[in-house]
């Protein structure tokens, strides 16, 4: 069958080519219909449980997406009349901003105070009433427990204005562009009025924007990089320019019918989708290597062009069918991320690796029909250092596979020094904005992570009581004694300070009120003086039976988080029972809980994968004992890789965490192409151990150095890439494949030599004893 098929292709090559055209011309056009997305729920099932109880959260209360004024004085200080003109500015401005539903500032921020009888309530400050001294201003402001650490730094340099949006649902990827390009736009033409001053801008809105720019910035200049890295390598190791024009049409048509298919199904890209064209890039490179490899080695042994063609098409067919099998298999395992987007990737990759096989045979050996063959490879010749290499291994496979086996299990005990976390202030680099504010924010306001808490009466007006007042109060002390915990907002401090105001600012009055009809009077008392815009709908809901409460922390990670959320609601619910506190929730939280949730999930994949590509070995080598070899090179690479990240970074991130899946396809093409060859040599031509290694490093050496060196380089490329989770993956991807290359290079042949010589020389053993019996008879 395989036979009638190679004939078939190469005696109708034209029709071949034309029939891939038309399937490249038809799914390709699919690309247009690609949409993009960066909006951070795309990151999570709609069945995740943090998830579910941040939106109700945000249904109660108020959404959370934000954009982020932060004002820092550089050569003048904030208070002076130029300082607080340009916040008033700002915070007047940014109500015009599309969907801005509130601003909450220095400026406006709601100051109680009292004049007699009567209760003030007012704007910080106004421009055109501020008093003459205003270093009693800064003093006033840095006093103010709901302002320090909140909206003003502990010197009064630096101030932040928060902007809550309001996008439609379904929408929120384009009013997110919207509100953002506007404030951007904002600030440039405010900033040259104020030289003294710098102003940044923050806010998930801005992150999730500057997300889907430094994946565009990826996908326009590194796939680039990565393409012409790639080019480079075959060319200098290739040494042919026709192959290397081959490999380079043929990875280009995997990447655009690839990305043309899901454009047809309707798919929505998303920041881990952006790193779908490098992988098809480089992963259909191995496929189409193994193939020109074979053909030029057959070219130098004296066979004519088709003969070397069909020798190459027959040797490859079945080690290729495979690989890109066992590849598929390993991403397909990504379907057991919690995480949507990276379920997307690992079908998107599955996809492109068939697309790429198709390719290999159809595309490729029609092209090499029709394409004359390199005068360089008809003379005989070969590639002597690669037989002096394995000669060098054979002669010294003991000790290889001593050092071999203790260099792995030392990276491997390594590995439990990779810290499960998450650190998404660090997702992007410097060069853009949003980092260098959340970089800002650190140093000066230290609050870089919040935690809500709905503290829920179950009752209407049921937060009016005095009980449930005095343990929320108490909660609030608990959690500003917590490490790490920067500042606490609740209900009970805005109850505590009108309490004080209208008992003639007495800090003894600074208390919860001894009723709750008082807390009541009080609390509607303030309600009915806010003015529109700036009510407390985001601090209880409208029937006064829940509250919510928010700390933020200091800059940490999503372990530190999780210890934090699961201390704060254990302690809530044996010293506060009535808040009926049963969760944390929050950005922080729902990323924190996703990070561990999907490692654990990752190492399900990986080990069904793991199993099912085992089982396929044993199938395809017909070989119980080969087949369970095969699993050496297959699991050590990824123990090595994150035994040597953990020395090198020493965390996992949710981006790092699907590399075990997505590498374990991929470093199964150098085992399946090495096992093949060695087991023809063994059961085909019938050669002793030493020399079926002999002929595997001699007939696919080159070819596996080729493809490793071009997956690594095109990984590694990913180094310059601005989005940290992709720059992440990319590494730690070719760290796996450099690993792969030299396990399977200088273990698994002195593994073979062990296991199979000792059985050979019991089959000798036999055979002896056999033909001595016959002879005595």
């Known amino acids: 069958m395989l036979n009638r098929y190679c004939e078939l292709i190469l005696r109708n090559p034209l029709i071949t080519l034309f029939s891939v055209l038309l399937v490249l011309l038809?799914?390709?056009s699919g690309v247009k219909e690609l949409s993009f997305t960066s909006d951070f729920r795309a990151y999570f099932s709609e069945k995740n449980p943090e998830l579910r109880a941040f939106e109700a959260m945000e249904k109660r209360f108020s959404r959370q997406d934000n954009l982020y004024f932060l004002v820092s004085s550089v050569d003048q200080t904030l208070f002076s009349e130029e300082g607080l003109r340009l916040v008033e500015r700002l915070t007047e401005e940014a109500w015009t901003l599309p969907?801005?539903?509130?601003?909450?500032?220095?400026?406006?921020?709601?100051?109680?105070?009292?004049?007699?009888?009567?209760?003030?309530?007012?704007n910080f400050y106004r421009i055109d009433e501020l008093p003459d001294d205003?270093?009693?201003?800064?003093?006033?402001?840095?006093?103010?427990?709901?302002?320090?650490?909140?909206?003003?730094?502990?010197?009064?340099?630096?101030?932040?204005?928060?902007?809550?949006?309001?996008?439609?649902?379904?929408?929120?990827?384009?009013a997110s562009l919207e509100a953002v390009d506007a404030a951007r736009v904002l600030l440039e033409s405010i900033r040259p009025d104020y030289p003294d001053f710098l102003i940044e801008l923050g806010g998930s809105a801005t992150s999730n924007v500057t997300m889907g720019e430094a994946i565009a910035q990826d996908i326009s200049s590194l796939l680039v990089i990565s393409f012409a890295v790639m080019l480079v390598i075959m060319l200098v190791m290739l040494r042919t320019l026709s192959g290397v024009i081959l490999v380079t049409a043929l990875i280009g048509m995997s990447v655009l019918i690839t990305m043309g298919l899901f454009g047809w199904a309707g798919y929505t890209l998303t920041p881990p989708t952006g790193f779908v064209p490098t992988a098809v890039m480089t992963i259909a490179v191995a496929d189409t290597i193994h193939i020109l490899v074979s053909y030029y080695f057959h070219l130098r042994e004296g066979e004519e062009k088709r003969e070397a063609l069909l020798n190459s098409l027959?040797?490859?067919?079945?080690?290729?069918?495979?690989?890109?099998?066992?590849?598929?298999?390993?991403?397909?395992?990504?379907?057991?991320s919690d995480s949507p987007p990276y379920r997307d990737m690992g079908n998107m990759i599955a996809v492109g690796v068939m697309v790429a096989w198709a390719l290999t045979i159809t595309f490729l050996p029609t092209a090499l029909t029709i394409l004359p063959a390199p005068d360089r490879f008809k003379a005989k010749g070969q590639h002597r250092w690669m037989d002096t290499f394995a000669d060098g291994v054979i002669r010294h496979h003991k000790l290889l596979f001593i050092v071999m086996l203790a260099i792995v299990a030392g990276c491997a005990t390594m590995a439990n020094r990779n810290i499960i976390t998450e650190r998404w202030h660090e997702f992007f680099d410097e060069s853009f904005e949003v980092r260098r504010t959340v970089d800002n924010i650190d140093t000066s306001l230290k609050g870089l992570h919040a935690l809500y808490f709905v503290a829920d009466s179950r009752q209407s007006d049921g937060i009016n009581q005095v009980d449930f007042l005095h343990q929320l109060d108490a909660f609030d002390q608990w959690l500003e004694k917590q490490p790490g915990v920067v500042h606490v907002s609740s209900l009970s401090d805005?109850?505590?300070?009108?309490?004080?105001?209208?008992?003639q600012n007495d800090d003894a009055w600074y208390q919860i009120p001894e009723?709750?009809?008082?807390?009541?009077?009080?609390?509607?008392?303030?309600?009915?003086?806010?003015?529109?815009?700036?009510?407390?709908?985001?601090?209880?809901?409208?029937?006064?039976?829940?509250?919510?409460?928010?700390?933020?922390l200091e800059r940490t990670d999503s372990a530190t988080i999780r210890d934090m959320e699961q201390a704060a609601v254990l302690w809530a619910q044996e010293n506060a029972p009535l808040l009926n506190i049963t969760e944390t929730t929050g950005l922080d939280v729902v990323f924190a809980n996703l990070t561990h949730r999907n490692v654990s999930s990752m190492l399900e994949g990986t080990a069904l994968a793991l199993v099912i590509i085992s089982l396929l070995m044993i199938g395809a080598l017909r070989s119980l004992r080969l087949g369970l070899i095969s699993m050496v090179p297959n699991v050590f690479p990824a123990l090595m890789a994150y035994g040597l990240w953990g020395i090198i970074v020493g965390h996992v991130d949710t981006a790092t965490s699907v590399v075990a899946c997505l590498s374990l396809g991929i470093v199964v093409d150098d085992t399946v192409h090495f096992l093949s060859k060695y087991n023809h040599a063994r059961v085909v031509l019938g050669r002793n151990?030493?020399?079926?290694?002999?002929?595997?490093?001699?007939?696919?050496g080159i070819a596996l150095l080729i493809t490793s060196a071009i997956l690594v380089g095109g990984f590694t490329?990913?180094?310059?890439?601005?989005?940290?989770?992709?720059?992440?993956?990319?590494?730690?991807?070719?760290?796996?494949i450099a690993v792969a290359l030299i396990i399977d290079f200088l273990l698994l042949p002195p593994l073979l030599l062990l296991v199979d010589r000792r059985q050979q020389s019991t089959l000798d053993d036999a055979v002896k004893d056999k033909l001595n019996g016959q002879s005595a008879q």
Do not use: C, W
């Open 134 to 174: 205003l270093t009693e201003l800064q003093k006033k402001a840095i006093e103010h427990s709901d302002l320090v650490l909140k909206t003003i730094s502990e010197d009064g340099e630096v101030t932040g204005i928060n902007l809550t949006l309001y996008l439609p649902d379904g929408q929120s990827s384009q």
């Open 26 to 28: 038809a799914t390709g």
């Open 717 to 736: 490329v990913m180094e310059f890439s601005h989005f940290n989770p992709s720059r992440a993956m990319g590494l730690l991807l070719a760290l796996t």
């Open 494 to 503: 805005t109850i505590k300070r009108l309490n004080k105001n209208l008992h």
């Open 515 to 552: 009723s709750s009809e008082a807390a009541a009077q009080y609390l509607l008392l303030y309600e009915l003086s806010l003015p529109m815009g700036l009510g407390l709908e985001t601090t209880m809901t409208s029937d006064r039976s829940a509250t919510r409460l928010s700390a933020t």
């Open 689 to 700: 151990v030493e020399d079926a290694i002999r002929y595997a490093f001699h007939t696919v």
């Open 314 to 336: 027959r040797i490859n067919f079945a080690p290729v069918f495979i690989t890109s099998i066992t590849t598929m298999i390993g991403v397909l395992a990504l379907n057991t």
């Open 99 to 122: 969907h801005v539903q509130r601003v909450d500032s220095l400026q406006n921020f709601q100051n109680t105070d009292v004049d007699g009888d009567e209760l003030i309530i007012d």
